[in-house]
């Protein structure tokens, strides 16, 4: 059992590694879209074998009941939405957007991201996590600006410089974390790995843990696209290819979160240490607030459903920091559904700005008349984006408000007021972009449904009917959490 | 001899400090460069010295690489890039300089208050270092909004790299810092690149960031 989970743990690492360059040297053709869809798909498989088989604890790597959810959904949407890349790009490559060059630098950069987040997910050590989760924004701040655009570039300029600050902070909490484990346990490795911060949390100095916390949450919360720390996101989504923007939002957004949520089970487990909770819950809080708000005025269709992952982001935020069985229980529900979510809605953005043309809402109108299946597959998304029933995101979200009900109600009538907002702007929005008369160019869309509707079927099915397996393993995590 | 020991890596470590102060009122693209390289110089210096009493070899290749990289590359690859672009004088502080040197002053304040009542329990050495260490990070912060100018801010995140540096060596026995001190080399070299494979002076015939501005890709 634990060797086939070591297996398992290498191929993912790995699988990656070698399909970034081997991507990077081989020619482009549409064999490469294909070879990066198979990558993908690989990893996945690899990373599903984890639930079965489990390697033992190293002192870099570890699989525990936490990640072991958070590598499977980000291997998985890796994987689908390496499928969308490929029709994508095909489009992007005849209009002449990308090079055959670039295309070829965009697989190996596709296939080294999904290496970075894997290595941050599976790390056992707080300092490889930092570096893996710094790979991973560099690959991402090399796609947003692929198209070479002036906005492209400022976005890439953007969001290098916020998200290197971030890191940068991140990496001085990093090291105060050390700093405060290593009197306790020792120099050397085991101060950094997780397993043994987590055990020997209580004995570790609260006042050096505190700083280290605040470092933390501010540098991987740049990361997360927290409020006010979110000004690169919008821009980095709008101006990259969207596969990127559907990472982004669906998996990286994950892992930095992932970041913060172990940094908070450390500071948890020292009694005399500050209670991360509140400051979660406040940052939370003002991301939903803000970004609902925000909706209303965008006119790029991609940078409003940026802001819609910040809502999101804000809202996971939140339910973690009420924390408890039930609030953790419903933010990572609410994660995982907001991932397949969102990223689904960017394979439908993706090809809509394509036969458009733009991504100008204005000039958007009437889809389901001119293209029927992108136009109602978007309409599906906005829909279960807002959180109307009877969609999973509806479940989650009224969990976590009647959690917040019971235990700080001004919180939770804040937090409800701030999804209505949202559903107003969405619908608004939604309603000019999926009906009326069509306007503008409109040419037949040769998308790749199956991503999308795989996606849109599991966030439905979430909504109904949750295998009792699947809630039995989110509970056990949520109660680990807590 | 632990008392010298001591005195030599706070003179280093205050030392930094400085040098991110005069970092803050260079109003010259090539002084700005030529003050970042004794930046770079002054932590290589202290890298090697905390090698040399925590008895830690391998901190030596941190400091060779902060010397190599960025006292001599990055310093030389940025007067290229400002003499192929033109921008000898081109620094255009948001706030006054008094006022950034005000700002300073008391971030320094701050973070002296803050770092030694916290760290009581660590040695003397982590003590002082980490005060330093997060003086020079929240002067770099500081640098980085008050220049408008691509190459102040990237030297603005270079001098917080260097503050980062400073305190993963004071941390006595921290694994792993060699590799991180090279991921982050490689950040660095990466945004020098961008500066200079971006063109961005090409494109808006200006390094000043404001005229960036322009494509926020939210036209009404």
């Known amino acids: 059992m634990t060797e086939l989970g070591l297996y398992a743990v290498v191929a993912v ?59 499977v959904l980000s291997t998985f949407v890796g994987f689908t939405t390496a499928v969308f890349s490929g029709s994508y790009i095909a489009h992007e490559l005849e209009s002449g957007r990308l090079t055959p060059l670039y295309l070829r630098f965009y697989h190996a950069m596709y296939q080294t991201l999904m290496f970075g987040m894997n290595l941050a997910l599976l790390s056992n050590n707080v300092g490889l996590m930092w570096v893996a989760v710094e790979l991973s924004t560099l690959t991402t701040v090399l796609m947003v600006g692929i198209y070479r655009t002036p906005a492209a570039l400022e976005a890439a300029w953007k969001y290098f410089l916020l998200g290197s600050v971030g890191i940068a902070l991140a990496l001085f909490g990093t090291i105060l974390v050390y700093l405060s484990a290593h009197e306790v346990v020792g120099e050397g490795l085991d101060a950094m790995a997780w397993n043994v911060l987590v055990r020997k949390a209580p004995d570790f100095d609260p006042a050096l843990l505190n700083l280290s916390f605040v470092f933390l949450l ?48 450390v500071m948890s487990a020292n009694a005399a240490a500050l209670a991360p909770g509140p400051l979660m819950v406040s940052l939370g809080l003002l991301s939903v607030v803000f970004a609902s708000f925000m909706l209303y005025r965008r006119q790029d269709i991609k940078r409003m459903f940026a802001y819609s992952s910040i809502e999101h982001m804000g809202i996971v935020t939140f339910a973690f920091g009420m924390g408890g069985p039930l609030a953790n229980f419903a933010g990572l529900l609410h994660m995982t559904l907001h991932s397949l979510t969102k990223s689904a809605i960017f394979f439908c953005v993706g090809h809509i700005a394509q036969v458009k043309g733009t991504q100008h809402m204005p000039d958007i109108r009437g889809l389901t008349m001119s293209h029927p299946a992108l ?29 917040t009900f019971a235990r700080h109600p001004a919180l939770a009538v804040v937090l409800g007021a701030s999804l209505l907002v949202a559903l107003g702007a969405l619908l608004l929005r939604l309603n000019d972009l999926a009906f009326g008369d069509p306007v503008g160019r409109s040419e037949p869309a040769r998308a790749s449904f199956l991503p999308v509707v795989a996606h849109f079927a599991l966030v439905m099915a979430a909504g109904i009917w949750l295998p009792p397996e699947l809630v039995a393993w989110f509970t056990h995590v949520a109660t680990i959490l807590s | 001899m632990e008392r010298i020991a001591l005195d030599v890596a706070h003179l280093f470590a205050g030392g930094l400090v400085l040098v991110s102060f005069m970092l803050l009122y260079q109003d ?100 002082e270092d980490l005060a330093f260490a997060l003086s020079v990070v929240l002067l770099g912060l500081l640098m980085m909004i008050s220049r408008r100018n691509a190459v102040g801010q990237v030297i603005g995140f270079m001098s917080i790299e260097n503050g980062l540096i400073l305190a993963a060596t004071g941390a006595k026995g921290m694994p792993l810092v060699v590799e991180i001190s090279v991921a982050f080399s490689i950040l660095v070299a990466l945004i020098v690149i961008g500066v200079f494979l971006f063109r961005i002076r090409e494109r808006f015939e200006s390094v000043d960031i404001h005229s960036l501005h322009e494509h926020r890709g939210e036209r009404p």
Do not use: C
């Not at chain 1, 690169?232 to 101006?239: F, Q, S, T, V």
């Not at chain 2, 192929?84 to 040197?101: D, F, K, N, S, Y």
């Open chain 1, 13 to 71: 690492l790995v699988i990656p590694a070698a399909s970034a360059a081997l991507l990077a040297l081989l020619p482009d053709d549409r064999t490469t879209a294909r070879l990066n869809a198979l990558a993908a798909f690989l990893t996945f498989t690899a990373a599903a074998l984890l639930f079965v088989a489990r390697p033992v604890p190293g002192r870099y790597l570890i699989v525990d009941d936490l990640n072991v959810a958070f590598i």
């Open chain 1, 375 to 403: 136009g109602w597959g978007l309409a599906f998304g906005v829909v279960a984006i807002a959180g109307l029933p009877p969609m999973g995101l509806f479940m989650t979200e009224f969990l976590i408000v009647t959690t």
């Open chain 1, 218 to 265: 501010l540098g991987y919360g740049t990361k997360v696209g927290l409020v006010p720390l979110h000004a690169w996101l919008p821009d980095a989504h709008a101006e990259g290819p969207t596969p990127i923007s559907a990472v982004l939002s669906g998996l990286l957004l994950n892992v930095a979160l992932f970041a913060v949520l172990r940094f908070k089970s």
């Open chain 2, 28 to 127: 010259r693209m090539t002084g700005l460069v030529n003050t970042f390289a004794l930046h770079a110089l002054v932590v290589s210096l202290s890298v090697a010295w905390q090698a040399h009493i925590q008895l830690a070899p391998h901190l030596y290749i941190t400091a060779a690489i902060a010397l190599a990289v960025k006292a001599f590359v990055i310093p030389l690859a940025l007067h290229r890039i400002i003499v192929r672009l033109g921008i000898h004088r081109a620094i255009e502080p948001v706030v006054g300089i008094g006022q950034t040197m005000l700002a300073g002053i008391g971030l320094v304040a701050l973070s002296i208050m803050v770092m030694l009542p916290i760290t009581a329990r660590a040695g003397t050495l982590a003590r």
